[in-house]
């Protein structure tokens, strides 16, 4: 565990925090007014290697070799400027800070960060982190690089989980849920829809899934995984016999066959690292998945209104509906697409650049 230390002054700034992989939806933008809860677990940081925020450059004022320097490989809105190698922190783990009231900023619901760190150590009164809570943002503090540093917590040492316990530990996401909004209609707090970070994930896994499928149509498993790719696999490939076959893949799970030539897997929570299979020697191209999200699709779980089997017991009251069901048919994130797309170097062939470029106009009739 670690404890960040103002780099001024040498204040502590965070309660003791354990370091994890950095979660794929930290730049989702969901939805309009949408109050997005807390990015990180209470406890952990993670470390973002992209810079966050201004200043900003268009395209046009980049060189491509710079682009390519920096992992962009095709052509993007803007790109900041900012430090890069922020440590990600939940807003109720800082200590010792106050925010910068000429740094708030205009944005729509809270703070979004657009004018660089907007909190200060309390002590010194140098500029540390940027505090974010604006709607449709998910809420965080950004440690800045050259600002703060962190230093081991004494006895203390966090070991990763081993693969298997965390296929045995580790916790499901469901694929729905409630997101809660300032106002919907009839003074509604909340609506009932897919996941954002199912979302998230899955516009990050289809970047993978086009690299894998060299311009050929994939086929996928029925059930949850059909649901979440199928339709924007089949809308963004050409038609034709089945090309290649991605399959669920990972700890606990039977070893793929020789011929399943994409493989969707797990990424580790702790470490960031993709699950690999050992005893493969045919290469297969891995598409990552969140833990959460990969777990919900090799074992789904059912929402039974009653129990499965019996009657509850009779002193036992039911004061909860069963979830509801969304209104409408998933669809992938698709800045989260495109975003994961201009990062991989195979997004150069001529196939794959002219889809990123029709992603990038976009269509009422595409599947996003």
């Not at 979830?323 to 150069?348: E, G, I, K, N």
Request: aromatic share 6%; hydrophobic share 40%.
């Amino acid at each position: 565990m670690f404890v960040f230390l103002c780099a001024g002054c040498g204040a502590e700034l965070t309660v003791p925090l354990s370091q994890v992989s950095l979660p794929v939806h930290t730049r989702q933008q969901y939805g309009d007014g949408t109050r997005l809860p807390v990015l990180m677990e209470s406890g952990t940081f993670a470390v973002d290697p992209d810079p966050w925020g201004g200043p900003w450059r268009t395209w046009d004022e980049i060189d491509p070799g710079e682009a390519e320097a920096r992992g962009i490989y095709a052509p993007v809105h803007s790109l900041p400027d900012s430090t890069t190698g922020a440590s990600v922190i939940a807003p109720g783990d800082i200590r010792g800070t106050r925010l910068i009231p000429e740094k708030l900023g205009g944005s729509c619901c809270g703070l979004d960060g657009a004018d660089g760190p907007n909190m200060a150590c309390e002590a010194c009164d140098r500029p540390v982190a940027t505090r974010i809570d604006d709607c449709s943002l998910w809420q965080a503090v950004r440690l800045a690089s050259d600002a703060v540093h962190r230093t081991p917590v004494d006895g203390s040492h966090d070991a990763p989980l081993s693969w298997a316990e965390l296929a045995t530990t580790g916790q499901e996401t469901p694929p729905f849920e409630a997101i809660p909004v300032w106002r919907g209609p009839r003074g509604a707090t909340h609506y009932w829809s897919w996941s954002p970070q199912w979302e998230a994930a899955a516009g990050q896994a289809l970047a993978h899934l086009l690299v894998a499928s060299q311009g050929r149509p994939v086929t996928v498993p029925d059930g949850s995984t059909a649901d979440v790719f199928r339709r924007t696999l089949d809308a963004l490939l050409p038609p034709g016999p089945p090309g290649r076959r991605a399959v669920l893949a990972g700890p606990g799970q039977p070893s793929p066959d020789a011929d399943d030539g994409i493989l969707l897997v797990p990424v580790h929570p702790q470490t960031g690292r993709t699950w690999a299979p050992a005893d493969r020697t045919a290469p297969a191209h891995l598409v990552p998945l969140p833990l959460g999200v990969w777990l919900w699709l090799v074992s789904p779980q059912p929402h039974l209104p009653v129990p499965a089997s019996g009657r509850l017991p009779q002193d036992v009251l039911r004061d909860d509906p069963p979830p509801q069901l969304p209104h409408s048919l998933f669809r992938a994130d698709r800045h989260m697409l495109q975003y994961t797309l201009a990062r991989l170097p195979a997004v150069r062939a001529p196939w794959l650049r002219t889809l990123y470029e029709t992603l990038a106009q976009g269509s009422p009739a595409d599947p996003f």
